[in-house]
């Protein structure tokens, strides 16, 4: 999701609102098809699909859980590399843009998938409305979870008034992108608590991983930022043009009578 990059408002999306809704919805359908469609490919997945106790949920909720959460830091790095000019290095400032805004829709996409398809595992057995309600799961560590849940609103709220920048105007829109940090913040205590694979050796240090590279990002920001207020750089005065020389008048030549009345 964007992170109020400067050099943003000076770039169009090639995404608009209705773009953006059906890749979202394209892609989340695609997700929910596949996994319809796989256990006639993989026979040995049908028999985590039936049962009275399904695994193939719950994995599938742990992993698009890990790659929502990825695609978030990606993004978030991605933005705060643009705003703080570091993004100029490479990939270049339009390119960055693009990927940043595509990982960002491919997170959300990952997010719904990662929450709908808890409704298919019958361990905790999630209702419709405990997915879409902040703090309704009772039954499995409702605080964290709800905090997820209200980070994945924040998100969806933050990529989603990017595409009517136009309408809000941009002081409303810096305003909300400033949500960003809260947001992952969110999805990463979300992890960390309410995650059966917080304990994992190498998720421990994916978190490590992922929140201390945004901190070094964000804090480059910032002092980069106060330099530049306290040490500001003069304009270089663009140079002069040299003038171009004129070219001298040619000389019409005279006919001998000409001359001759001249000289009388």
């Given at each position: 999701?964007?992170?109020?990059?400067?050099e943003?408002?000076?770039?169009?999306?090639?995404?608009?609102?209705?773009?953006?809704?059906?890749?979202?919805?394209?892609?989340?359908?695609?997700?929910?098809?596949?996994?319809?469609?796989?256990?006639s490919?993989?026979?040995?997945?049908a028999?985590?699909?039936?049962?009275?106790?399904?695994?193939?949920?719950?994995?599938?909720?742990r992993?698009?859980?890990?790659?929502?959460?990825?695609?978030?830091w990606?993004?978030?790095a991605?933005?705060?590399?643009?705003?703080?000019?570091?993004?100029?290095?490479?990939p270049?400032?339009?390119?960055?843009?693009?990927?940043?805004?595509?990982?960002?829709?491919?997170g959300?996409a990952?997010?719904?998938?990662h929450?709908?398809?808890?409704?298919?595992d019958?361990?905790?057995?999630?209702?419709?409305?405990?997915?879409?309600?902040?703090?309704?799961?009772?039954?499995?560590r409702?605080?964290?979870?709800?905090?997820?849940q209200l980070?994945?609103?924040?998100?969806?709220?933050?990529?989603?008034?990017?595409?009517?920048?136009?309408?809000?105007?941009?002081?409303?829109?810096?305003?909300?992108?400033?949500?960003?940090?809260?947001?992952?913040?969110?999805?990463?205590?979300?992890?960390?608590f309410?995650?059966t694979?917080?304990?994992?050796d190498?998720?421990?240090?994916?978190?490590?991983?992922?929140?201390?590279?945004?901190?070094f990002?964000?804090?480059?920001?910032?002092?980069?930022?106060?330099?530049?207020k306290?040490?500001?750089?003069?304009?270089q005065?663009?140079?002069?043009?040299?003038?171009?020389?004129v070219p001298?008048?040619?000389?019409?030549?005279?006919?001998?009578?000409?001359?001759?009345?001249t000289?009388g």
């Amino acid at each position: 999701m964007p992170v109020n990059p400067p050099e943003a408002t000076e770039m169009e999306s090639s995404v608009n609102i209705q773009t953006f809704l059906a890749f979202l919805l394209a892609l989340t359908a695609g997700l929910l098809l596949a996994v319809l469609v796989l256990p006639s490919w993989l026979p040995n997945l049908a028999f985590s699909l039936g049962g009275d106790a399904p695994k193939v949920f719950w994995y599938l909720a742990r992993a698009t859980a890990f790659a929502s959460l990825s695609l978030l830091w990606v993004s978030m790095a991605l933005g705060l590399g643009i705003s703080n000019k570091m993004a100029r290095l490479w990939p270049g400032a339009p390119a960055a843009f693009a990927i940043h805004e595509y990982v960002n829709l491919l997170g959300i996409a990952f997010a719904v998938f990662h929450a709908l398809i808890l409704l298919g595992d019958h361990y905790i057995g999630f209702t419709l409305a405990q997915i879409l309600m902040p703090f309704s799961t009772a039954s499995y560590r409702p605080l964290w979870v709800g905090v997820g849940q209200l980070g994945f609103y924040v998100w969806l709220l933050v990529t989603l008034s990017f595409y009517v920048r136009p309408r809000i105007g941009q002081k409303t829109w810096r305003a909300i992108h400033y949500a960003s940090f809260a947001m992952y913040l969110m999805g990463l205590f979300h992890g960390i608590f309410s995650g059966t694979d917080s304990g994992v050796d190498w998720v421990q240090k994916f978190y490590w991983l992922s929140a201390g590279s945004l901190l070094f990002l964000l804090m480059y920001r910032i002092l980069a930022s106060a330099m530049d207020k306290l040490f500001p750089q003069k304009p270089q005065p663009r140079p002069v043009p040299a003038a171009r020389p004129v070219p001298a008048a040619t000389a019409v030549p005279t006919t001998p009578s000409q001359s001759s009345l001249t000289q009388g």
